[in-house]
């Protein structure tokens, strides 16, 4: 089994791209973030002609996850117990948003997540992406505990780099989210949980990474920072047999369909 997790950074603007590296790359299972759309805006069709069923959660132009899977999708689950909600205007009633979609596929428990970016250190929105992540924390643990062989991946774009190495000049990015302590802690408090970054012991560092900003070539300057990942429970880490990141996906050009997303996709091999 081949699964994959992608920031698609709007899928009606990529679905040609993506579709594409579906079939090129024999991919069996494709979790997506960001996609930028609402459920009836998704692009189904063209997975569907080849030969992917889709399920999608997205409320509007903001967020959104997706799984397409050629190997069945069982099991739908959309958002995980605790998930926090969340408002920016004190006027609106807080909602959780499209940023978690689980599905069952060829046995696996798929998990697309699209974890809070933070904005800024110290802003509500910073104090919601700590409690985002300590609900999925409190979650996880519990899957685990009730059955501790359930073969679980929690993919996607978490917006954390979880070491110095995952960033191309820690100064940089000193005093910014996705790089402080609390962001850190909570990452590793997953892992702690019991879910291992399985596709790290395949791509060591430094300079390997799964995003770069569009501006000021930073893709060809590799000034980018690893923020895709594959967490998988015990069981499922157990059949990990090779994984990469698969950065000729960030490049645009000749034979190249469509503009690149600002994120590569992170690719897994299941015995």
Not at 32 to 57: I, L, N
Not at 213 to 221: A, E, M, V
Not at 228 to 257: Q, Y
């Amino acid at each position: 089994m081949r699964l994959a997790t992608w920031n698609v950074n709007s899928i009606r603007a990529r679905v040609e791209r993506v579709v594409d590296w579906l079939q090129r790359a024999d991919v069996d299972v494709l979790a997506m973030q960001e996609t930028k759309c609402s459920d009836e805006q998704f692009p189904t069709m063209p997975f569907a002609g080849a030969g992917y069923e889709v399920v999608h959660c997205g409320f509007n132009q903001w967020n959104g996850v997706a799984i397409a899977s050629r190997v069945g999708v069982d099991d739908v689950r959309v958002g995980f117990d605790g998930q926090p909600s969340w408002s920016d205007k004190p006027d609106a009633e807080a909602v959780a948003e499209a940023r978690a979609l689980g599905a069952v596929c060829a046995g696996v428990r798929v998990w697309s997540l699209y974890v809070p970016n933070g904005r800024t250190v110290g802003s509500p929105h910073y104090r919601y992406k700590l409690e985002w992540l300590a609900a999925l924390r409190n979650t996880a643990t519990q899957w685990l505990a009730e059955d501790p062989s359930a073969q679980i991946a929690l993919t996607g774009d978490w917006n954390i780099a979880p070491t110095d190495e995952d960033v191309w000049d820690v100064e940089f990015y000193r005093g910014s989210t996705h790089v402080t302590e609390p962001e850190r802690a909570a990452f590793r408090a997953i892992v702690d949980a019991g879910y291992a970054d399985v596709v790290r012991p395949f791509t060591p560092g430094p300079g390997v990474f799964t995003y770069w900003d569009y501006t000021q070539l930073r893709f060809p300057r590799n000034q980018g920072m690893r923020i895709d990942f594959v967490l998988g429970s015990p069981t499922l880490a157990d059949r990990v047999t090779h994984a990469e990141i698969v950065r000729d996906e960030r490049k645009s050009g000749k034979n190249r369909i469509g503009s690149p997303s600002d994120h590569a996709p992170v690719l897994v091999e299941l015995a």
